[in-house]
């Protein structure tokens, strides 16, 4: 017995050695896993944003992260200038200033001696904000072949890029540049055209795309100025509109038109008056193209009025000639500022500058003066003369042509205030209970200002007032200006609604009384007519009578209603 125990305990003793070193291998292995370098393959990086698109010169902020809970070195790698703006314990933020040119970006970070990177592409984009359209030559005829060339000097990236070329709103020729190797900032596309009949006054224009859509972003649309196929045709002389007569120093419109000529809008004109330049503005309308200037002579007598016209290659000219005048407009003295009663004299004179002297005639005068004298009046001013019209007419005959000028002038008399009974009655009445105004206007030059007194008290002339008994009593009412004041009392009195109701009925039997005694006068005027009715039967008249009366009734119920 004693010896089997002995060999049962070393066998004890080894598998408890085993279960130890089982245990120390579990807990060296939950360390291992619990331990940085064991989670080297675990962690990872990434950037944000994932896809980046920026307009050229704009700035960009980038942020990159780890699941690393104890990252070590980090950071951004990129050609672009960079400042760090923000970070953490698992994260740090970027931001890139002044982006000109496309790049990728390596975000990285190092975990337990182990770098993971994660990258970000930066796609830079510039508008096509300037497309230029050239035609060559710049004057083409028939047949002869020429060059429409587009070129856009700013866009990126070329390769999203797609130009158009247009005549009128057919496309001539499209060009993209997706398999372009290498980035630039400038795209270009020629396209020559045969210059055909159908051609003329065609417009030619260059359409730019840039689609950003596989980047994130969205269309951009650019169109070049249009330019005109200048196949010309001139064959017409100039030929100028002007009056035969000028007036000196008075603005006047000249024309000149040139007819079957091609293309119009390209015609070039030079006028003149004598040696002074015009200033002509262009219009035009199928084949034919005006040129209309503001002429402003200086000079008395003959002048020549002279157009010159050109079209590429083509000029023409042509002349005319005016007579240049001088009628200045006739002089009219009054005063036109006095006082009510003043005696004041109207003169009608022609002006010194007018050869040979007009014939003159003034308003409210009796007869016309004798070439070169002047007319007048005489008059003593009164309140009805404010506002009051003058008018002197000149006449003057150059070249066999009648022309006649006038001047005017309108007179203000000053008189002091007037409170008249038709504008500011005395007597005034007002209904209780209902919005009335005191009624008065003042008369006067100027216009007088107006001040009511009540009780000692002034009273507002712009607020309608609610009538009551309290508002009854005599106002006193001042008008004043610069002419002096006058003053009115005005007895208000305020009335029941009852006692308006009560006036409105005797108004209205008054008006029936009237109305009685017409009909009987006019019943009786025409009596002829009345014998002529006896022949109607008796039924019939008593059936009008009926009515005429239920009429009258009628009406004196409307009144009524209506507070007549």
Known sequence: ??????????????????????????????????SPGATEGLFEVSVQPEQALVKFGQSLMVNCSTTCPDPGPSGIDTSLKKTQVGKGPQWKEFL????????????????????????????????PEQVVL??????????????????????????????????????????????????????????????????????????????????????????SASRVLRIFEFSQRPQIWVSPLLEVGT?????????????????????????????????WEGDTVWANATVRAMETGDQELSCHVSLGPMEQNARELVHVYSFPPPVLE?????????????????????????????????VLSAPGEPVWLLLTTTEEDDGRNFSCEASLEVQGQQLIKTTTAQIHVLYRPRLEESSCPSNQTWVEGMEQMLACVPKGNPTPWLVCTWNGVTFDLKVPQKATQNHTGIYCCTATNPMGSVSKDIALVVQGLDEGISSTIIIIIIVALGVGVITIALYLNYQPCKIERRKLPYRQKEKSKEEESQFAVQQTEICIAHNC
């Open 334 to 366: 009054v005063e036109e500022l006095t006082l009510v009663g003043t005696d004041i004299n109207v003169t009608c004179s022609g002006h010194m500058l007018t050869s040979p002297s007009p014939t003159l005639r003034l308003q409210g005068a009796p």
């Open 96 to 127: 890139l200033d002044d982006v000109t040119e496309s790049s990728t970006l390596q975000c990285f970070f190092s975990c337990a001696g182990i770098q993971k990177d994660a990258s970000l592409g930066i796609t830079m984009y510039q508008p």
């Open 134 to 223: 050239e035609l060559q030559p710049a004057w083409v005829a028939l047949d002869e072949v020429f060059t429409v060339r587009c070129h856009v000097p700013k866009v990126a990236p070329l390769e999203s890029l797609t130009l158009t070329l247009l005549q009128g709103n057919k496309e001539l020729y499209r060009k993209n540049f997706v398999s372009l190797a290498v980035a630039s900032e400038r795209a270009e596309v020629t396209f020559d055209v045969q210059a055909q009949r159908e051609d003329h006054r065609c417009n030619f224009s260059c359409h730019a795309k840039l689609d950003l859509s596989s980047h994130g972003g969205g269309l951009f649309h650019s169109s």
């Open 1 to 34: 017995m004693s010896s089997g125990s002995s060999e049962e305990r070393p066998s004890l003793l080894a598998f408890l050695i085993r279960i130890e070193m089982l245990l120390f291998n579990v807990w060296a292995l939950l360390a291992l896993i619990s």
């Open 251 to 283: 603005a006047e419109t000249v024309s000149c038109e040139l007819a079957r000529v091609f293309p119009a809008k390209e015609v070039t004109f030079h006028m003149f008056l004598g040696d002074q330049e015009l200033s002509p503005f262009l219009s």
